[in-house]
């Protein structure tokens, strides 16, 4: 895309911290919805008019692509048999005890709970003026809306299908679903890539001849601050000789700062595939991020979740409520916090009995 740069606000506009998120969303996600919506008429006249006449089309898309909003608000031009949106975060949707998304706070369906929710959802609604006002004005240049709801929630309820990519165990309750929301589940351990070779260490880890309980620890592939969470694992869990610590950096030859000394019981790679290690974890110590949630819940690994931006908070509630593991409500936890999280999910049977729960229901 030529002028990617211009999808994002110029520093000069930006609104104070409560409202960056609505004013970056206006800019990254709505102001490309007539690029996206040209793009996708195009295809589907090509299909229509010189490769299928009469081809029934259904689109599948990430929900947070907004090219066919305007289409499915009922703007003129092709509209597709189906579209279906794929969640591939935790869900964005609306519901009496879920507090509004992105704020990572608890599921509370008490009636003060629900009184609480609602006057938050109005803060929201505020904060994101800017947002519904600029898609609305896109989308009276089609010549529809406004939008009846808020984005979050129409991203779930306009499309044909949003198929939410969990289990029903790991999303808060919501009384009335829209009739199109069907819950898919995720890919079972073992349907990804494996790697060619190991690091010369993996025996360390598939024998384990000592028995020593194993902690994996990641950051995911976007973030290389090392010292937010691996580093502060690392020494946390420096003493504890009946443990193994694997650290996976998240990207091709990344290392850690030349100047930190790697305890003797961890393990360090640039990268590790998650079903490779994860079926013989003990603990999985994340930032949080949807996928990595996704395969430990295939492997029946409990886990221990440090993230705050994006949806990473949500994903640690949802861990939390579930009974999956500890949301440390950090992204930068100490050494001596990560030790007692870690304690705390091997020393309690609980969090592993429910981790192997939710796998069964994973793989039904």
């Not at 995911?220 to 601050?225: E, F, V």
């Amino acid at each position: 895309m030529a002028n990617f740069h211009t999808l994002f606000p110029p520093p000069d506009r930006a609104p104070g911290a409560a409202y960056s998120l609505a004013h970056a969303m206006k800019w990254i996600f709505g102001s490309t919805i007539p690029y996206q919506h040209e793009s996708v008429q195009e295809i589907l006249r090509s299909i229509q008019q010189r490769q299928a006449p009469g081809r029934k089309v259904i689109i599948i898309q990430d929900y947070t692509f907004w090219g066919n909003l305007p289409i499915l608000l009922g703007a003129k031009g092709i509209k597709p048999a189906g579209v279906i949106n794929l969640g591939l975060t935790p869900l964005p949707l609306k519901g009496p005890g879920v507090p509004p998304f992105g704020m990572g706070l608890p599921y509370d369906p008490s009636p003060k709970g629900v009184v609480k929710n609602e006057a938050m959802y109005a803060g929201r609604d505020e904060r994101f003026a800017e947002l519904t006002d600029g898609l609305n004005a896109i989308f009276a240049n089609f010549g529809v809306g406004p939008m009846k709801e808020h984005i979050f929630d129409l991203q779930v309820t306009i499309p044909d299908r949003f198929l939410q990519m969990c289990i029903p165990s790991l999303e808060y309750p919501r009384p009335n679903p829209p009739p199109g929301l069907r819950f898919t589940g995720a890919l079972p351990g073992g349907h990804r890539g494996v790697t060619k070779e190991k690091p010369s260490w993996w025996e360390d880890v598939a024998v384990n001849a000592e028995k020593k309980r194993i902690v994996f620890v990641t950051q995911g592939t976007a973030t290389a601050q090392y010292e937010k969470l691996i580093l502060p694992t690392l020494k946390g869990l420096a003493g504890c000789e009946d443990m193994l610590v694997v650290a996976a950096l998240g990207r091709e030859g990344a290392v850690l700062r030349s100047d930190f000394k790697v305890p003797k019981n961890s393990r360090v790679s640039d990268f590790i595939p998650y079903d490779e290690l994860l079926p013989y974890v003990d603990v999985f110590v994340t930032n949080g991020g949807y996928g990595g949630f996704q395969h430990a819940v295939s492997h029946g690994t409990p886990l221990i979740v440090a993230g705050v931006a994006a949806d990473k908070p949500e994903v640690a509630a949802r861990v939390e409520w579930a009974g999956l593991g500890v949301n440390m409500r950090t992204e930068s936890p100490t050494p001596k916090a990560v030790k007692e999280a870690v304690e705390k999910v091997l020393s309690e049977g609980r969090y592993k009995q429910r981790a192997r729960e939710l796998e069964e229901e994973m793989g039904k």
